[in-house]
């Protein structure tokens, strides 16, 4: 059956933890991670909950593939309602520590109430307790892993940890694992630091049992790892340039969103994407990209290692930044990057690393310093209250951002609130460029129609993970359709949200969906399961799903009003590129959407989808 079968539910208020059995009915129906997370937090809590209060609880979920031989088997989630945005919130990470805690036993944590005073959770095997954590207090992700590891004395102790960024409760804060992969969207750190809970440190020495058809499973996962060896994208691409590959062809097809998307291509593209990152510097010779590097499990490795030039300004008296770390992806390089029209490779990772080092999401990070430097340039904000000059391009500018905002100082307390309370303070709410609260990713929806509608019903703010249509309008993957129009859109954007639930659910990475569709993962979950996972049943899973976390959203207060689209996409053409004279065409798919997810006219569910879908 593949599921560990136990729950580990933790309530800092009192200072307890205690073992539960699995709802098997539950991950049946759910089958693991964002599933059968979102499930156990949806009927446990109330929707309209602070999201910073003790009432708020987290959940780190695994899947039923997460810890086996099944590519990209190292993933977790971490369930919770999001500060930034209000909606639910499912946080998805690679790296080592979602094995670690299947290989311990055990399928999810559940986090409820607040600790009084800092503490973190260590789990070995069986064994969890609270242990004080004062002295991690006020430590990055780096030092805390480190310390963990030392007083354990153990080097393969798995840390889940944030940094300042979430102890100031930072609305877009990170949860990191293995130094540099995280659990980055939605403001998830910002809740765990709400609970004084600084990490969980996790030993798992049992392995990955329950496998229902053992010979079964290990053919068809051989099998299914040839089709992602053989792959253009997972073989070839994503190896040899990770996500960055992307850069200088979102560019060319003018869906770049450049300078918070005044503009949709950026001259700079070349001198930060994947060919950049490739190419020896002048400064001392040495290429900026150390290596790439896979997570549990991963047959793909598209995880990029880096060392910034020493003599870069950002690190000339920084020697603690020297060492390789963990490099750009094309989402934090477009953020920190064309976002702001800055095109100083060496700054953006310095930028990248601080995100790491202090957990902060790089993306509503980069978006909203794309939000002050337009405010700056209109003369709304002033050097006196940013401290620093920041024209668009400055990549001084970005650097003291990072700074501060990780730190907790002067402004950087006002960013650190994100883009959409930033710009509403100062008077230009339409300057945010996100959705629910939540910044976008690195697409312009006026170039890549598809993704607008992906961004505007995204049940965790605007989001490309949720429904990847550039795959299909860009890549032509599995189908090519048309970038430039809205037909079709809506039935693309649902299959991908569906499909992609159940890729999240399984515990694998959506990245093996460049080459495998539901069918190929149908026969592993059904391997490792149970025969009752057919094809039509993992479909529905993946709807289901869907469905639950926009009930949640219709509860907490969401209403078909927040499935749109800031006016500059809606109402401003792009002035470049083959979308030029272009506008995101929302309210032509919007309608065809709700009535094809049997939605009301609300974009509340019906009472027959309600039944069909068991929710």
């Keep these: 059956m593949s599921w560990a079968g136990k729950i580990l539910r933790v309530n800092l208020t009192n200072g307890t933890v205690a073992s539960e059995p699995l709802r098997m009915d539950w991950a049946r129906q759910y089958l693991g991670s964002r599933g059968l997370g979102t499930k156990y937090l949806v ?14 609880k987290m959940i780190w979920c695994t899947g039923p593939l997460t810890g086996t031989m099944a590519s990209t088997g190292g993933r977790y989630t971490v369930i919770t309602k999001g500060p930034l945005t209000g909606a639910i919130a499912c946080s998805n990470s690679g790296g080592y520590w979602g094995s670690e805690l299947k290989a311990a036993g055990w399928d999810m944590v559940i986090v409820e109430g607040a600790s009084a005073k800092p503490v973190y959770l260590y789990i070995n095997d069986d064994v969890a307790e609270l242990r004080d954590a004062s002295h991690l207090w006020g430590k990055s992700v780096w030092e805390t892993e480190e310390s963990l590891k030392k007083s354990h004395q153990d080097p393969l102790l798995r840390i889940s940890t944030i940094g300042l960024a979430g102890e100031n409760k930072v609305l877009f804060s990170a949860i990191v694992n293995d130094l540099h992969r995280a659990a980055g969207r939605s403001g998830v750190g910002a809740v765990m630091g709400s609970k004084n809970l600084k990490a969980v440190a996790v030993r798992g ?161 980069g978006a909203t310093i794309g939000a002050v430097m337009e405010l700056y340039e209109m003369g709304v904000l002033t050097k006196e209250q940013l401290g620093i000059d920041a024209k668009f391009g400055d990549a001084r500018a970005l650097a003291h951002f990072a700074e501060i905002t ?184 919007l309608p065809k959407y709700y009535e094809i997810r049997g939605w009301d006219t609300e974009g509340r569910l019906k009472p027959e989808t309600r039944e069909r879908l068991g929710l």
């Design 205 to 365: 020495t049992k392995g990955v049992g329950n496998i229902a058809n053992p010979k079964e499973f290990m053919k068809v996962t051989f099998e299914k790892k040839k089709i992602l060896h053989d792959n253009a994208v997972t073989g070839a691409g994503l190896p040899t340039y990770g996500t960055q590959v992307l850069m200088s062809v979102i560019n060319e097809i003018g869906a770049l969103p450049t300078r918070n998307h005044r503009d949709v291509q950026f001259e700079g593209a070349k001198d930060i994407g994947a060919e950049a990152m490739a190419t020896p510097r002048a400064t001392d010779g040495k290429k900026h990209l150390v290596t790439n590097q896979a997570c549990f499990g991963c047959t793909i490795a598209c995880g990029r290692i880096s060392k910034i030039d020493k003599t870069h300004f950002t690190v000339e008296n920084k020697p603690k930044y020297w060492g390789a770390s963990g490099g750009l992806e094309y989402e934090a390089a477009w953020a920190l990057g064309a976002a702001n029209g800055v095109n100083d490779l060496e700054a953006l990772q310095y930028a990248n690393v601080l995100c790491n080092e202090q957990g902060m999401d790089p993306i509503s990070f």
């Design 43 to 56: 009927e446990e809590m109330d929707a309209t909950v602070d999201p910073l209060s003790p009432d708020n």
């Design 406 to 589: 990780a730190r907790g100082e002067g402004f950087g307390v006002e960013i650190g609130q994100g883009s959409a309370r930033l710009c509403k303070k100062y008077g230009h709410p339409d300057l945010s460029m996100s959705v629910k609260g939540q910044e976008f990713p690195a697409y312009d929806s006026r170039g890549v129609q598809g993704m607008g509608l992906t961004y505007a019903t995204s049940n965790r703010g605007a989001c490309h993970l949720r429904s990847y249509t550039i795959a299909s309008e860009v890549l032509g993957i599995p189908v090519k359709t048309d970038p430039l129009t809205a037909d079709g859109k809506p039935e693309l954007v649902m299959a991908f949200q569906d499909a992609t639930a159940a890729f999240d659910a399984a515990g694998i990475c959506i990245f093996t969906s460049f080459a495998w569709t539901l069918a190929d993962v149908q026969p592993q979950v059904a391997a490792a399961c149970g025969e009752e996972f057919t094809l039509e049943n993992l479909n529905q899973i993946g709807e289901r799903i869907w469905n639950m976390e926009r009930d949640f959203n219709n509860r907490a207060g969401f209403t078909a009003k927040d499935d749109t689209l800031p006016k500059r996409l809606l109402e401003e053409p792009a002035q470049t590129g083959p979308a030029k004279g272009l506008v995101n065409k929302l309210p032509e798919m």
